[in-house]
């Protein structure tokens, strides 16, 4: 059973993996096997050597995402690195707080093409490799707030109900390729995106409150159900958003 979830011989690109939940599934897809481009605005050198310290290729990536230019730079980069694209998971994601009623168009713009936009068409980019060898394995990083509307964060919410139903969209499309397209939905994990709210004693009671598990999540909740979705073991799952969160939205 456990070669349907090895990753040895997978090349995978990672967004947004220099640190929280996207250096978490980059190391998770290096234990299991995988060469790892980690992609992102800032430095990964510490998770590539971390990668490499599994016995993994880990090769960093500046990039910034917000622009368009940068997804054929990465597709070009991991595939000079690797020769194909096994795996892709789009991390890499920003949150902007303020009331609906002040909330600027910058605000909504900067979440929107990163959270979103880049999503699509990264992995439009990505599958054109993948469809050559009819494989590959697409898992985006939605949020809970892909269901719920969420308190004060307007772009936030729009950007990642976008990113379930683009995950649907393109499954419908590329299943029939041998790509699967899925999305992992975490809880509220304790990174840096979630500072402001830990940091808030009245937020971090109430959201506390309501976790079944009693807890905030952390990256290594993440890395089986990313494993899972990049391997074999997921092969007839297409389309799917994969609530990982401790039990909230069960509450
Ligand atoms: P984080 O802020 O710790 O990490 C985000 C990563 O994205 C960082 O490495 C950052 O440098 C990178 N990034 C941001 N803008 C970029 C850009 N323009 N170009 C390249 N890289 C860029 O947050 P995290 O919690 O690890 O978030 C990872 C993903 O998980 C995000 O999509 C986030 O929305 C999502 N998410 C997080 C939580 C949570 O509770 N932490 C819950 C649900 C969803």
């Not at 234990?31 to 090769?59: P, T």
């Not at 880049?118 to 599958?127: E, G």
């Not at 060898?133 to 990642?160: C, E, H, M, T």
Request: charged share 20%; glycine share 10%; net charge neutral.
């Amino acid at each position: 059973m456990s070669a349907m979830f090895d990753l040895t011989g997978s090349s995978a690109i990672v967004t947004g993996a220099s640190t929280g939940l996207g250096r978490g599934m980059s190391l998770a897809l290096a234990s299991a096997g995988a060469d790892v481009l980690l992609v992102d605005y800032v430095s990964c050198a510490d998770v590539a050597a971390e990668v490499q310290r599994l016995g993994r290729k880990g090769v960093p990536f500046t990039a910034d995402l917000s622009q368009m230019s940068s997804i054929p730079r990465v597709c070009d980069a991991a595939l000079a690195a690797f020769g194909k694209i096994d795996i892709l998971i789009n991390n890499a994601g920003i949150i902007r707080r303020a009331p609906a009623i002040e909330f600027t168009e910058k605000d909504w713009d900067d979440v929107l093409a990163i959270n979103s936009k880049t999503v699509f068409f990264l992995s439009q980019a990505a599958a054109r490799d993948m469809m050559k060898r009819r494989y590959g394995k697409i898992i985006n990083v939605a949020s809970l707030l892909a269901f719920q509307g969420g308190i004060i964060v307007p772009s936030y919410s729009a950007s990642k109900g976008a990113v379930a139903q683009v995950t649907k969209a393109l499954a419908n499309e590329w299943a029939a390729s041998g790509i699967s397209v899925n999305a992992i939905a975490p809880g509220y994990m304790a990174t840096n995106n979630t500072k402001a709210l830990r940091e808030d004693p009245v937020r971090s009671k109430a959201i506390l409150d309501r976790i079944p598990a009693g807890r905030w999540g952390t990256p290594e909740d993440l890395q089986g159900a990313a494993v899972f979705l990049a391997s074999h073991g997921s092969d007839y799952v297409n389309g799917h958003v994969l609530v990982v969160d401790g039990g909230w939205m069960a509450r």
